[in-house]
């Protein structure tokens, strides 16, 4: 049901709507916010019962902010793409920001008639007080993040879900910013999450569990990393990257193992 607070986005030149997903985070919440405000035509927020300020700060940017129940993160953006009312839309995540140099890009290319249907954007990410621009960090593209609402759907995957697109797919050249963690700690409680998501979606898919992913799969993801995407380059904070995502990796196939386990009772 949608909040009951006047809409202090007002339509603006752009025909666009701006759909954010959000769950406890409020530490980015206004931020993510004011980087769009008064931007767009439309401002939509889908909150996933928050039990923070999360949802109490999106009414003071916007009317229309939903509460879904969090099924997976596909089914979840396909509901806020439904709530969109115009052609064209930007998906934007609590942790990321809008830019004014973005902002112009996609004004120039919503403005377009031979423009693509779908748009990924890169992204810079800030991680322990620098910009990571290794690892695998730059340019960082998740799904499309521009696109024409009859033309892209998510595949309803419990996370890092992918998409079908019945159109052209291009890249814009402006970043967004995204600051992903605060800090170690936040790393891996987020991390946490995911990895019990990617667990569930590997039983759910069939995978095959063997005892050599615990070892191999965490490694192998470790020097990809700071070896291959040359996250030496970035100093300790590419060494610590990189070490943070062999163990993401490893509790990851862990759980698998767990849930495969657990299932065979």
């Not at 997976?72 to 839309?89: M, T």
Request: glycine residues 6%.
């Amino acid at each position: 049901m949608a909040a009951t607070r006047t809409n202090t986005v007002t339509a603006g030149p752009l025909s666009l709507s701006i759909y954010v997903i959000a769950y406890n985070d409020e530490p980015n919440m206004r931020a993510c916010l004011e980087s769009v405000a008064g931007w767009a035509a439309e401002l939509i927020v889908v909150d996933s019962h928050s039990t923070d300020r999360t949802a109490a700060i999106a009414q003071e940017f916007t009317d229309k902010v939903y509460q879904v129940e969090f099924t997976g993160f596909g089914a979840l953006r396909n509901q806020a793409v439904a709530y969109c009312s115009h052609e064209w839309i930007f998906s934007l995540d609590t942790d990321e920001r809008m830019t004014p140099e973005l902002q112009r890009e996609i004004e120039q290319v919503v403005g377009q008639p031979n423009a693509s249907d779908a748009y990924f954007v890169p992204r810079k990410n800030y991680f322990l007080g620098r910009w990571i621009k290794h690892c695998g960090w730059y340019p960082d593209y998740r799904q499309p993040q521009l696109f024409r609402k009859n033309r892209l759907r998510y595949r309803e995957e419990l996370v890092h879900e992918s998409f079908d697109c019945d159109g052209k797919v291009g890249h814009l050249s402006q970043p967004a910013l995204q600051y992903p963690f605060r800090d170690i700690d936040h790393y891996i409680a987020k991390q946490d999450r995911y990895s019990d998501l990617m667990a569930r979606r590997m039983v759910e898919q069939g995978c095959r569990f063997s005892a050599h992913q615990l070892v191999t799969h965490p490694l192998a993801a470790f020097v990809k990393m700071y070896g291959l995407r040359r996250g030496f380059v970035d100093g300790m904070p590419g060494l610590i990257l990189s070490g943070l995502y062999g163990y993401y990796t490893f509790m990851k196939y862990a759980k698998f193992w767990e849930l495969t386990k657990t299932s065979e009772r």
